[in-house]
């Protein structure tokens, strides 16, 4: 029976073994570490993609609402001009016409015995000067133009004093008279009139007294 010896520094070789299996282990981690961490990088890189894409995407469209804005913006600004235009000209069709209307307003509603000398316009504000027979004429005319008329509201009394006219050659037949003067507001929306006013091209001629009391 022989007996065999080994030599070897067998326990370095061991040492020398687990030192080898240490490093190939600290490789292959180094290496999934650094794999993972390049598949974590692409990821990390493809979302920062993905979500510039959507940046510009975003930026594209607001990019063409601000377009549709402006366009909406220009095409309002039009409608409004369009608009005023259409407001001037339907004023001034309906201002050419204000004058018949009054003139004829003031006929059908201007009692007897009060003769009206002017009539002026200030925009909407209507101004009548004129000569009563008496302090009612002038209520009555008030009370017309409040309530009985569509084109004109708000008349107010300016004032009214006596006064004679006539008599030039004989001071003792001078008629004893009340001078007045008026304010009315045309209306802001005209109704249509209650009687159809010819048409026409040029404004009446100055006013004539109403009622045959005035022409005397």
Known sequence: MSMRINLLPHREMRRERRKKDFVGLLAFVGVGAVAAAIVVALGIDQRIEAQRARNDF?????????????????LRAEIDALRARKYAVESLQTN??????????????????????????????????????????VSELLHNLANRTPWLERPELIEIKAGRV????????ARRVFEFSLNALIKTANPQPQT?????????????????????
């Not at 200030?122 to 302090?135: F, V």
């Open 96 to 137: 050419r016409t204000i004058p018949v209307h009054l003139m004829d307003e003031l006929v059908k509603h201007t009692p007897e015995g009060i003769y009206l000398k002017s009539m002026r316009q200030d925009e909407r504000k209507i101004t009548l000067i004129g000569y009563a027979q008496s302090n009612e004429r």
């Open 166 to 173: 006539g008599g030039a050659t004989a001071p003792k037949d």
């Open 196 to 216: 159809q006013v010819p048409k026409t091209t040029s404004a009446p001629a100055p006013l004539a007294a109403a009622g045959p009391a005035a022409n005397r």
């Open 58 to 74: 975003i930026r594209a469209e607001n990019a063409k609402l601000d377009e549709q804005i402006k366009e909406i913006a220009t």
